[in-house]
């Protein structure tokens, strides 16, 4: 997100605060007005995007249609890309991390309160 994020900058552009860098809406919208750097965005991310069509299309959603428009205008996937996007299949969807952790470390936790008021 940073990569994106300063390709943004470098060209003047600002992100609201909820506009997200790595949103295709986005990104396809750079694109649409920085053509060259917008193209090279997507080449840079050719093997998520293409992950994504694929699952969109097995999901049958109607939004794989847009992805396909946008692969077609991408250069075919090389072989290392198509590993690429192989091992990212088999790595499955990243695991959600935030929240899920107590704020200290458990060392730092105070014992619960054991026999206290009920």
Known sequence: MLQ????Y???GWRLGDDELPDHLAVVLEFAAADPEAGHRLLTEHRAGLELLRLALTDDGSPWAHVLDSVSATLPPLAGDEREAVMRLAAQGPPEEQVGLDPYASPVFLPDPVVGGPR
């Open 9 to 11: 900058a470098a060209a």
């Open 4 to 7: 994106l994020k300063q390709t």
